[in-house]
């Protein structure tokens, strides 16, 4: 399937690594179907959530555990149910990165953000995925110098 990109043009990919977002994203509820993309040669740790339906809009993703992080939630039934897992160890935990710009606040504030808030939980066999937004989190943080 061709998939246009406002990043890297026209690129062709699988049809069976289209990831299937059945209610979208929070403000992007119209795009559903989501292709795992990076450049050739670049770093794996992070990747770009590119639509298939939208060639506008591409989220950058990592892994929490890159940034020292580690989930422990709960999904309700039904979101099993969208996701298709049958064990928590199908899922794959995302979440979305953003750049702030220097002119939007102060040069100590612009930098790169992550939504640990609302993290992606992807079932990669199934290709099916959903946006988990957590109302409350409990924080235990915990900093290691590194040697």
């Known amino acids: 399937m061709k998939i246009e990109s406002a990043l890297f ?3 062709e990919i699988a049809e069976d690594k289209i ?6 994203l929070p403000g992007f509820e119209s795009c559903t179907r989501f ?3 990076h450049e050739d040669g670049s770093d794996t740790s992070l990747v770009l959530l590119q639509s298939a ?16 992080i580690h989930y422990e939630f709960s999904l309700s039934d039904d979101e ?7 064990s928590p ?3 794959l935990v995302a979440v979305i990165l953003r750049k702030d710009d220097a002119e939007q606040g102060t040069p100590s504030t612009a930098g790169l953000r992550a939504n ?20 409350k989190m409990d924080c235990d943080i915990t900093l290691r110098a590194r040697s």
């Open 80 to 86: 099993q149910a969208v996701l298709g897992l049958t």
């Open 53 to 68: 339906d939208d060639p506008e809009v591409a989220f950058s993703l990592a892994e929490p555990a890159s940034f020292g």
């Open 116 to 135: 640990f808030m609302a993290p992606l939980v992807l079932n990669v066999a199934a290709r099916r995925g959903l946006q988990k937004v957590i109302g």
């Open 19 to 24: 990831i299937e977002f059945p209610a979208g």
């Open 89 to 91: 160890d199908e899922a």
């Open 9 to 11: 043009g026209t690129f």
């Open 35 to 37: 292709a795992l993309v």
